[in-house]
């Protein structure tokens, strides 16, 4: 994976659909806590230097405390900070925070984003743009939206930052696709079912690395179609 998306369970996690919320559900019962969560990005990151980004709701940033938040996750070696429900005109202090910590505050944009809100959101964010392909949840879905590639190409009018597409991409034939007008395919739920469906066999990371290997080569075959370097 070009970037791992570490996402920490929240109890009404409104923009997920029912294999996260399932995850999340498993997760809470278990005992994940934010102090675990900065454990298991700061063993990701004295092994790996791929980009983390860390996925939550705004509940727990704020219980925790906003700085406190946000310098715990630094020093883990968190890269990147996604809050899908806190849209960057409502939490622009946090934003700025982030950057400040040199995490980058990641806006979301959708189908249903106006020309203002896709100049405020790439205004204020960094890293990248996560472009949600639908309305709706996330989930794995059968195809893509037939206009995809014309809206990512409209986000494109408003910033220079990379912009990556998730929600309902599930396939290697999806992130094949989509890398083709898009910097990146965030893959969630397909590989939640994954982890959830063989969660007992002892060959899960195996069942894992192959699951992501296989989405890899969607990826490289966009890039090496368009004659970059894989």
Known sequence: ADLI???????????????????????????????????????VRRDSEVPLILMTYVNPVLRRGVDRFLEEAAEAGVDGLILPDLPPDEGPEIYAAARERGIDPIPLLAPTSTDDRIELAAAAGSGFIYYVSLTGVTGARDR???????????????????????????????????????????????????????????????????????????????????????
């Open 5 to 43: 998306e570490l996402g920490f369970p929240y109890s009404d996690p409104l923009a997920d659909g029912p294999t996260i919320q399932r995850s999340s559900q498993r997760a809470l019962a278990a005992g994940m806590r934010l102090d675990r969560l900065f454990e298991i990005a700061a063993a």
């Open 144 to 230: 893509l939206a037939a206009d995809l590639a014309e809206r990512v190409a409209h986000v494109r009018r408003f910033t220079e930052l990379p912009v990556a597409v998730g929600f309902g991409i599930a396939r290697p034939e999806h992130v094949a696709e989509v890398c083709r007008f898009a910097d990146g395919a965030i893959v969630g739920s397909a590989l939640v079912k994954v982890v959830e469906a063989h969660a007992a066999d002892p060959d899960l990371e195996a069942r894992v690395e192959a699951f992501v290997a296989a989405l890899a080569t969607g990826a490289r075959a966009a890039r090496e179609a368009a004659g970059e370097a894989p």
